[in-house]
């Protein structure tokens, strides 16, 4: 039996790991994360503030028979979301703090996947060399993912075990509580322009621009065969849905979802937008029977904003997984769909 450790088991990338590695017959699966998860069959979870050093230590110490490491932790900034990759020490403590602790206490380790994404490239600055690829430069200035990426790399010399590093681009999947999903974002504010009678009015500047993003399911997939793939040991991979798409021709199949019709652009912030609608929301689930999660719950509305405003193309080539056999992909304008219709059908909006 393998053992894995997902870190962040409770966001948009964790929770779909922990179900992905469940699903196989020979994984047991730790998830850690500050708010307890529900154990299941070979499923346990751990609550830990991994921030506080001596309570992860306290937490993580009889983790001895660990094989794999998922870290798909992150910490939030404040302000709007292109800035969170400067919120370094944070999101460096978190890794430092996990990886070294199970690292002690386990002899059977033998990878650590380690989550960043494309902002690795100056994704979130503004027009960058597309489509990236791995060996291309960092982008100036902080970024968080940095110092993770150079700390595990000096950690892991003259250890027993490999790393892998994988880069995605705009989860698309349901983690309440998690900022970094569109999903939410696109469901809920398709909501409450139905409820308020208005049509779906794509609020940012990215209309015609080329962008991708990543199923959370889809990444799962990947990060297992990152995990077990020997050609995958002490790499980097681009980890998108194996597409590109301009939100001008997919923004009207969105909207069919709903029931409403199509605007083009009108540019708005969606954080000043959402700003009053706390009670309309709570109003909503009350008068549609829907899942009671908090507003605040449910979607961050900074990441919209930062995803619907990136007017330049943000492209990844996903050739190097191909190349070490990771052939999946997934039809972005038809998961987009199937996501939303699917939030709908299990009532997280009406």
């Known amino acids: 039996m393998n053992t894995a450790v997902v870190v962040g088991a409770q966001g948009v990338i964790g929770r779909y790991i922990v179900e992905k590695l469940a699903s196989l017959p020979d ?27 001596a309570h992860a230590k306290a937490k993580l110490a009889g983790l001895e028979d660990v ?25 460096r403590d978190l890794l430092v703090n996990s990886v070294s602790l199970i690292d002690k206490a386990s002899a059977k380790l033998e990878r650590v996947v380690l989550v960043t994404g494309t902002k ?36 892991k010399k003259g250890k027993r075990w490999s790393w892998t590093e994988l880069r995605p681009q705009t989860l698309c999947g349901f983690a309440p509580g998690t900022a970094m ?26 209309w015609t621009s080329l962008y991708q993003v990543t199923g959370s399911a889809h990444f799962a997939a990947a990060a297992y065969w990152a995990a ?8 980097a991979y681009n980890i998108t849905n194996g597409d590109y798409f301009r939100w001008q021709h997919v923004w009207p199949k969105i909207a069919s979802v709903f029931e409403l019709p199509s605007n083009g652009p009108q540019v708005h912030s969606l954080v000043e937008f959402m700003a009053d609608k706390a009670p309309l929301w709570d109003a909503m689930v009350k008068k549609y029977g829907l899942k009671p999660y908090g507003f605040k719950q449910v979607v961050a509305w900074p990441f919209g904003d930062y995803v619907f405003n990136c007017d330049w193309d943000v492209m990844s080539s996903v050739t190097k997984s191909r190349r070490h056999g990771f052939h999946a992909v997934v039809d972005s304008e038809e998961m987009f769909g199937r996501l939303l219709r699917r939030f709908r059908k299990e009532k997280i909006v009406p």
């Not at 077990?228 to 790499?235: D, G």
């Open 27 to 53: 994984w047991n699966v730790i998830g850690l994360s500050r708010r307890k998860g529900t154990d299941a069959p070979r499923v346990r979870h751990i609550s830990v503030d991994l921030l506080d050093p």
């Open 67 to 91: 094989t794999h490491i998922f870290f798909a932790a992150f910490q939030a900034g404040s302000g709007p979301a292109a800035d969170y990759a400067k919120n370094v020490a944070a999101n």
């Open 228 to 235: 077990t793939e020997p050609r995958c040991a002490n790499q």
């Open 120 to 155: 690795y490239y100056g994704s979130h600055l503004g027009p960058f060399k597309t489509p990236a690829r791995e060996d291309d430069p960092r982008h100036e200035g902080a970024n968080y993912y940095f110092d993770q990426i150079d700390w595990l790399a000096d950690f």
């Open 181 to 206: 999903s569109i999903v939410p974002v696109i469901a809920v504010y398709a909501a409450i322009r139905k409820e308020l009678g208005l049509p779906l009015a794509f609020p940012g500047k990215a």
